[in-house]
């Protein structure tokens, strides 16, 4: 299966329509959240994205919220938006969590989870699959300021399961970078659109 992968759009409308492009050689697409900024403009890139005509899984970023992207996506019928949950399509089993775990500073606008609110959202998350998690897993593309910003609960469900691949994004200068725990393959996707085959 090419799976299109991408993360972090952030109303960059002109990413957008590119990655619709680059969706016409893949099998699927995973977004790992942060289409909005600061909870707007969400719709935008969600109408010019919907051009993608594959199956398209997709979770929330810290910018906007589930809730926010469900009701964005409605009359797109190839996405499937998960949170704390899963779906099977062409017989890979794919789970999603998303926001950015842990909290962020950033305040209100942000939406954030607790380490112990994601183990409950990863709890189900099954073995072998493809996680999409909008905040990477901690000590893995996560470098920001000599510190890393990720997630302890997606690192501890990465290795109780061991995913065949994770697709994250949120730090940005982690972008296109890859890492591996065990035998998965974690990529911070970014939003010029990377294509991998599992």
């Known amino acids: 299966m090419r799976l299109l992968l991408y993360s972090d759009v952030h109303r960059d409308l002109d990413a957008a329509r590119t990655l619709v492009s680059l969706s016409d050689g893949a099998d699927l697409a995973i977004c790992a959240g942060d289409l909005a900024v600061m909870r707007e403009g969400l719709e935008e890139v969600v109408t010019l994205l ?51 775990i842990p909290e962020t500073p950033f305040g209100d606008w942000s939406y954030d989870f607790s380490e112990d609110d994601a183990r409950t959202l990863l709890d189900g998350c099954p073995p072998g699959g493809v996680l999409v998690s909008h905040s990477p897993p901690f000590g893995h593309v996560d470098a920001a300021g000599g510190q890393h910003l990720g997630s302890r609960a997606v690192l501890e469900a990465i ?24 035998s998965t393959r974690v990529i911070n996707a970014g939003p010029a659109g990377m294509v991998v085959d599992i």
């Open 159 to 182: 290795e109780r399961v061991s995913p065949a691949l994770v697709v994250c994004g949120h730090i940005h200068g982690c972008w296109r970078e890859e890492s591996t725990i065990g």
């Open 50 to 100: 919907s051009g993608t005509l594959i199956p398209t899984v997709l979770v929330a970023g810290n910018g906007e919220s589930a809730g926010e992207l469900r009701e964005a996506c409605l009359a797109w019928p190839q996405s499937h938006v998960l949170h704390g949950g899963g779906v099977d399509i062409g017989g890979v089993q794919f789970w999603g969590v998303e926001g950015a």
